[in-house]
C-alpha cells in the first residue's frame, strides 16, 4: 500500500549510517524513503517539510527487525485475526521494531492453516505505513523433535511432511521466510532441500541433533539457528552438539534470546565471543503477554503464568518471553561489553541480510525504507518511525 505523507526532516541528531557516525545531522524523508542524509550545516530546503527537531544527544539508529515473534499486547499470530495483526504492527514500534516475521508454533493443523492463511492475507493486503512491517512468516514447529519439545505441545508435533508444507506455502500466499524443524527427524532432509531451492531459511530448531547429523543439514541447506542454546542438544567436550555446530561453523546465524532469563548473561558472552557480531541476530520469541501485567496467559491453549519477568508452564518450562527488543539491545551491550554499533548489527544489519532485505532495510542510507529508531541517551526508545510516518513517541500515542 502506497501512501503519500507530508515530507519529513528529522533535524539535530546523531545518525548512524553504516558504518559511520554523522554528528548533528539530518535525514529527510519522502514518500515512505530516505531520500537524503547529512550534517546539518549542509541543509538546504527547497521544499516544505514536517520538521522533528531531536535533541543532539539521541541518536538515530536503523529499526529493529525481529524474525521470532509468536505476540505482543494480548494478540498472538495463532489468533489468526486481522485485529491481532493489527495490534502487534501497533504495539511494536515502542520497542524500536520496525518489521518482523509472524511466528507460529506447533498446533492442529486447521489451526495451523488457519493462521498461515490470516497472516497471508494481511501480509499482502492489509498494511500501512506508521505501523510495523510484517515481513513474513516464520513457521516453528509442528516439524520438530519431541524430546525437544519445550512450549510446543508434544501431543501435535509430526515429522517434516513436504507435501503438506508445500500445501500450506500455498495457503500463506508464500509469504512463508524461516522454517524451524528438527532436520534429523525422518523427512527433515527432504523439506531443508525444498526450502533452499525456493528461496527459504531452514532453521534447526526444537532439535536433538548430533554434531555430524548438523553438519549433514548444513550441507542440505540450514543456515540459522533457532533461539541458540534453548531447547537443543547443547555442547559436550565428546560430543559438540547443535551448540557446538552453532559455535565452529560460519553458515549458521544464530538467534538469540537475550532477556538473561532464558540465555545466562555470561553465555550470551560466550556466545558473542564464539559468533562475534555477524553471527547472531537479536530476537524476543515474545508471547501475547508482552506490555501487560503479571498474570495467567495462553500460549498454544496452554496456561501460562507470568511473573517477575518470566513467563512458564505449569510444569516449569519457560513458554517464550516477555522481552522487548529495545531492551535486548541494551542487554547485549550489558552482557557483554559490545559497541551500540554491534548490537545495531545484530538488531538489525544481520536479519536483513539474512531475510535477503537489506536493500531497503536494516541501515539508514538513502533509497532505504524510512524504518528509524531515536535512541535517547540511556538507549531507550524516543521515536520509531515506520516507511516514513511516525509510529511512536515517548510519552504520545502509538499511531
Known sequence: MITNFKPILLKGVQIYSEDQWI????????????????????????????????????????????????????????????????????????????????????QEEHQIEEALLNAGTYINGEQAPGKAEILGIHLEGPFVNKNKAGAQPIQHIINPDLELFKKWEELSGHTIKIVTLAPEQPGGLELVRHLKTNGMIASIGHTDATFEQVMEAIDAGVNHVTHLYNQMRGLHHREPGVVGAAFLKEELKAELIVDGVHVHPEMVNLA???????????????????????????????????????AILSDGTLAGSILKLGQGVKNIISFTGCQIEEAIEMAAVNPAKQLNIFDRKGSISVGKDADIVILDENLDVYMTLCRGKVAYIKGGKTT
Open 23 to 106: 554528528e548533528n545531522g539530518y535525514i529527510k524523508i519522502k514518500n515512505q524513503k530516505i531520500v537524503e542524509l547529512g550534517t546539518t550545516e549542509n541543509l538546504s530546503l527547497q521544499e516544505e517539510f514536517e520538521v522533528l527537531d531531536i535533541p543532539l544527544s539521541f541518536k538515530s539508529v536503523p529499526g529493529f527487525i525481529d524474525v521470532h515473534i509468536h505476540g505482543v499486547n494480548g494478540a498472538d499470530t495463532m489468533d489468526a485475526t486481522k485485529e491481532a495483526m493489527d495490534i502487534m504492527a501497533k504495539a511494536l514500534p515502542g520497542e524500536g521494531t520496525t518489521s518482523f516475521l509472524a511466528t507460529t508454533m506447533t
Open 272 to 310: 558473542y565471543q564464539q559468533k562475534g557480531k555477524k553471527g547472531i541476530i537479536l530476537i524476543t520469541d515474545s508471547m501475547r503477554a508482552k506490555c501487560l501485567k503479571n498474570g495467567n496467559y495462553d500460549l498454544g491453549g496452554q496456561d501460562v503464568t507470568v511473573r517477575d519477568g518470566k
